[in-house]
């Protein structure tokens, strides 16, 4: 037993948990088939009762219901002599063989005994019918001997079907004391079977905790260290098991909070999104991965006139509503792995796949285009333009803001790193802004043409 124990504790904390699921589940196991197996006779037996007992009880109550209607219009018609009684005399009749027959689809119910009582129906319906004439002359020697072979008809049938209510009343009790039976000893079992496997598990959480403490001790010295912002020298757990694994992943981890906390500290304030050092550190990521993208840079047309005009609080609400727009667009539209940053000021950058671009860059522009109007005061919005300042104090008339983008893609040139895609995006976002309202622009030097 012991050596056992110490073969257990020797295997590594995937092995160990394992080895105590597989306990757990052995239990469970058995718990689940003896508990599957209990209500599964319990279900058939109910079934049986729901089925059989209880059907039975309901055909004979309702036979027994449509035998005594039957007389009640017989006894009428004596009375009455309407064609109409008569008429629902027989009906009853039809329908009592038609109820009476249904016994025969239960398989605890002989046909034999389904003939006698149907026999006995239509003997009685018989001697009932052929009475009729001596009944309304109550008070007879022939009326009186009717009325007792009809009530000694009716007796017998009703004894029948009193039998047959009687023995499906005690086999529902019966099976009733059955079923409640197997399910206290299923209880009983189940508890056991349960507290087998809940001490079972305590054990084994017990001795996998006190084997793996000392390592959750450097994993906690680590953690807070972290949390303290302190990202070096993070305490490994030199083990070659999962929480050595778990340790080494924990010290790459930091090394990313530590780079995240740099994008943090970059990312624009107003926007939230992170700031040029973290477009640059994802660009050479990408660069040196050979992977395909997209740079796309994004700027406002004359938004230094409608600062300026409206002030530096509308224009603040400006540039949060086109951060809003890129991330709604890229979100919906992109590949899932896009990238949002705000260089600064009125200048945006998305970095995605090439195939993105055209719908992304559309789709930014239409909703850009829709929702900036609203920035306006409508006198302005229905002139088109505002009245400003130049730079060298002279006024001129600044239209309503407009969107030019700027892509850079690898897809068609190699891009050795980062600084060149800058300098060609600058130069494509400086020939977009030449152009007349809010358009994109694609680098397609390598090729014939260029697209707008």
């Given at each position: 037993m012991e050596y056992n124990l110490k073969k257990i504790l020797s295997l590594n904390i995937s092995r160990k948990i394992l080895f105590g699921y597989l306990v757990l589940a052995a239990f469970t196991i058995a718990l689940g088939i003896f508990s599957l197996s209990a209500l599964n006779r319990i279900n058939k037996i109910n079934r049986s009762i729901i089925e059989i007992d209880t059907q039975i009880i309901n055909i004979s109550d309702v036979s027994l219901e449509i035998l005594l209607s039957q007389e009640m219009y017989g006894r009428r018609y004596v009375i009455l002599k309407t064609p109409e009684m008569?008429?629902?005399?027989?009906?009853?009749?039809?329908?009592?063989?038609?109820?009476s027959s249904k016994l025969k689809e239960l398989p605890s119910i002989e046909d034999s005994l389904v003939d006698e009582i149907v026999s006995r129906h239509s003997a009685y319906t018989e001697a009932f019918h052929t009475a009729f004439?001596?009944?309304m002359k109550p008070g007879t020697r022939q009326a009186k001997a009717r009325e007792?072979?009809?009530?000694?008809?009716?007796?017998k049938l009703i004894e029948t079907l009193d039998s047959i209510t009687t023995e499906a009343h005690e086999n529902l009790d019966r099976k009733t004391h059955q079923v409640s039976a197997m399910g206290l000893n299923a209880f009983r079992i189940a508890v056991v079977l349960c507290s087998l496997a809940l001490l079972t598990g305590i054990s084994a959480a017990a001795m996998i905790t006190r084997n793996i403490s000392d390592s959750i001790?450097?994993?906690?010295?680590?953690?807070?260290?972290?949390?303290?912002?302190?990202?070096?020298?993070?305490?490994?757990?030199?083990?070659?098991?999962?929480?050595?694994?778990l340790s080494r992943a924990f010290g790459e981890m930091a090394i990313r909070i530590k780079h995240l906390e740099e994008m943090y500290l970059d990312a624009s304030p107003l926007t939230h999104l992170p700031g040029g050092v973290a477009i640059e550190n994802l660009l050479k990521k990408r660069?040196?991965?050979?992977?395909?993208l997209a740079f796309v840079l994004l700027d406002m047309d004359n938004f230094k006139a409608f600062n300026d005009y409206y002030g530096y609080a509308k224009g603040s609400e400006l540039i949060v509503a086109v951060a809003q727009i890129i991330e709604s667009?890229?979100?919906?539209?992109?590949s899932g792995n896009d990238f949002m940053g705000h260089i600064g000021g009125d200048d945006f950058a998305i970095i995605t796949e090439p195939v993105f671009v055209s719908v992304l860059c559309k789709n930014i522009i239409e909703r850009f285009d829709r929702d900036v109007r609203n920035f306006y005061a409508p006198e302005d919005r229905e002139r088109g333009y505002?009245?400003?300042?130049?730079?060298?104090?002279?006024?001129?008339?600044?239209?309503i803001v407009t969107l030019s983008i700027a892509v850079v893609t690898n897809q068609s040139r190699t891009i050795s790193n980062h600084l060149e895609i800058g300098e060609i995006a600058a130069e494509l976002k400086e020939y977009a802004k030449s152009i007349e309202g809010s358009v994109f622009v694609v680098d397609q030097r390598r090729k014939k043409k260029r697209s707008a």
């Open positions: 008569l008429n629902l005399f027989w009906e009853r009749s039809v329908e009592f063989k038609q109820n004439q001596e009944l007792e072979d009809i009530r000694e008809r009716q007796g001790g450097i994993l906690k010295t680590a953690t807070e260290k972290v949390a303290s912002g302190d990202f070096d020298d993070i305490p490994l757990v030199k083990r070659h098991d999962e929480l050595g694994d660069i040196a991965g050979k992977q395909h667009a890229v979100n919906e539209l992109g505002i009245i400003g300042e130049t730079r060298k104090g002279e006024k001129a008339n600044f239209p």
